[in-house]
């Protein structure tokens, strides 16, 4: 007697074949794997607390000549995280556009300040496989305070710092302000860090810590940009001092120059306005 298994076309419908297998001597297994999506997360950025979010995932099938129909992979999820973990689940159904290309949308409710990581993955289903892609959000209150601070950090060598941000009544979309940088101990080249404009000031409700990102000149030449985070931490505790973070980039991407530590001598402030004003 021969047997054969065999599947409908409806639920090979997004496979790719595999391999196919004699089982005994007269079976015969088609062996299937699921086809593979890629994502590209291209929702909001940068927001103003008090504006809804706007999810956006492009999907885009394999290039193998066959994509299917990528409505079947259903639904994609996005995760909004913060530093404390995550904050919102949104499940987003899959448009298909074009053959072999799709989008998911959605939007949220408004964030509170903080800096977010949105994370998008393929909800679970029988015929695609994706692996997990994140960009960044900011969320920031142009309101919400300023921050500033000058010192030494501890480690090796001299590394000196100051720093001014804030958001104006004239422009509250850009913060202004200055950033100076220089750390003496690298080798024989001194580096200096001095940026040359602002993208966002972000200061989280309820937490003694801020987030600055721009532009900037690394050893005097343009094209480069940097992250600061800095944790007012002598709020809390007069023997606790407060620690700064410093990245920067190259224009593409790569980091050039990274440097941490607490604050040896000087200070950092995080003043938020609405909570010490009220």
């Known amino acids: 007697m021969t047997r054969m298994t065999s599947l409908s076309n409806e639920r090979l419908q997004g496979y790719s074949t595999t391999s196919v297998q004699p089982y005994w001597n ?36 394999e290039e193998d000549g066959n994509p299917g129909e990528i409505e079947r992979a259903s639904s994609v999820i996005f995760e909004i995280w913060n530093s404390d973990g995550k904050v919102l689940e949104i ?57 500033y601070g000058a010192g030494l950090l501890s480690g090796d060598g001299l590394r000196l710092f100051s720093f001014q941000v804030r958001y104006t009544r004239r422009n509250p979309q850009v913060p202004t302000g200055n950033l100076h940088f220089m750390d003496l101990g690298v080798r024989r080249n001194p580096v200096r860090i001095t940026a040359t404009s602002f993208t966002y000031l972000v200061i989280p409700v309820e937490k003694d810590k801020a987030y600055v990102t721009g532009s ?23 023997k606790s001092m407060d620690w700064l973070r410093i990245i920067v980039r190259n224009s593409a991407g790569d980091i050039v120059y990274q440097a941490e530590g607490l604050v040896r001598a000087g200070l950092i402030e995080v003043y938020r306005r609405r909570e010490r004003d009220h």
């Open 26 to 61: 007269a079976v015969a297994i088609l062996a299937v794997t699921k086809e593979t999506l890629c994502f590209t997360s291209a929702g909001d950025t940068l927001l103003r607390t008090g504006e809804e979010i706007a999810l956006l995932a492009f999907v885009m099938g």
């Open 91 to 147: 499940t987003a159904q899959i448009t298909q556009t074009s053959p072999g290309y799709a989008i998911a949308e959605a939007l949220t409710e408004p964030l509170p300040p903080d800096l977010y990581t949105v994370k998008v993955r393929l909800g679970g289903n029988p015929y695609y496989q994706a692996g997990e892609t994140s960009s960044e959000l900011a969320v920031y209150d142009p309101e919400g305070g300023h921050v």
């Open 216 to 238: 900037c000149t690394f050893n005097g030449q343009r094209g480069y940009s940097f992250f600061l985070e800095i944790e007012d931490r002598d709020r809390r505790s007069l």
